[in-house]
């Protein structure tokens, strides 16, 4: 089946500092990733879409100047969190989108980033 | 009101029983059907994905949709303890058309099976 790696898997950070999560889909390419928020106990929600080489669709109430997402390739994208603080602590999970034809493209997730803001 | 609603459970079952989990959605829009299994700390892992109305079967895993109630239910046969984990459904419009095809999950059922 079709992989995605994400790294790093944990990271803790101390406020104010700048977080970069990797998302790749190591053996196919993918037209489109998604990034979630997972908090403990809740689901997950969708932060933002992003096609490669275009802007990322951020969904309503995610600031889009503090979650920076870049797609630059087909096999690459990246969540930059700027100036973490406590409240940014969550379970990140991207996941990719292949791009098989039909109107069921199926999307494959990552194994997270746990991230810890102190 | 959530677009999908899903009891957070915990369920406790013990080995062998039949597990039901179930969601109910707000918006008919909803065309793909999904039932993703995660383990603590890891990834969701697609189980199933039922297009429209209908039963799909896989193994000692069904998943059926009700589109009419607006009801979806994935059932495990002879669940095992391997089978603890937290499920979550998941529902998105058909892609195209401008659907980017995002996901909209429930909140998760999280299930112990007992040996």
């Known amino acids: 089946g079709a992989v995605v790696s994400q790294h790093p898997s944990r990271v803790i950070c101390k406020s104010g500092t700048s977080v970069k999560i990797e998302c790749r889909s190591l053996d196919f390419q993918a037209t489109t990733m998604f990034w979630y928020r997972q908090f403990p106990k809740q689901s997950l929600m969708l932060m933002a879409t992003?096609?490669?080489?275009?802007?990322?669709?951020?969904e309503q109430g995610v600031e889009k100047d503090k979650f920076l997402i870049n797609h630059a390739s087909l096999t690459l994208s990246t969540l930059t969190v700027t100036s973490a603080h406590p409240e940014d602590s969550s379970f990140y999970i991207c996941s990719a989108r292949s791009l098989r034809g039909g109107s069921y493209n199926e999307q494959f997730f990552g194994p997270g980033t746990r991230l810890t803001v102190l | 009101q959530k677009e999908v609603e899903q009891d957070p459970g915990p369920l406790s079952v013990p080995e062998g029983a039949i597990v039901s989990l179930n969601c109910t959605y707000s918006n008919s829009a909803f065309q793909y059907f999904m039932w993703y299994r995660q383990y603590s700390r890891k990834g969701p892992e697609l189980l199933m994905y039922?297009?429209?109305?209908g039963n799909k079967e896989d193994g000692r895993f069904t998943a059926q949709v009700d589109k009419s109630s607006k009801y979806i239910s994935l059932f495990i046969r002879d669940s095992q303890p391997s089978d603890s984990a937290t499920y979550l459904c998941?529902?998105?419009?058909?892609?195209?058309?401008?659907?980017?095809?995002?996901?909209?999950f429930g909140q998760g059922t999280t299930l112990q099976v007992k040996p």
């Open positions: 992003s096609n490669e080489g275009s802007k990322a669709t951020y």
């Open positions: 998941a529902m998105s419009f058909l892609h195209g058309s401008g659907n980017t095809g995002k996901l909209i």
């Open positions: 039922t297009y429209s109305s």
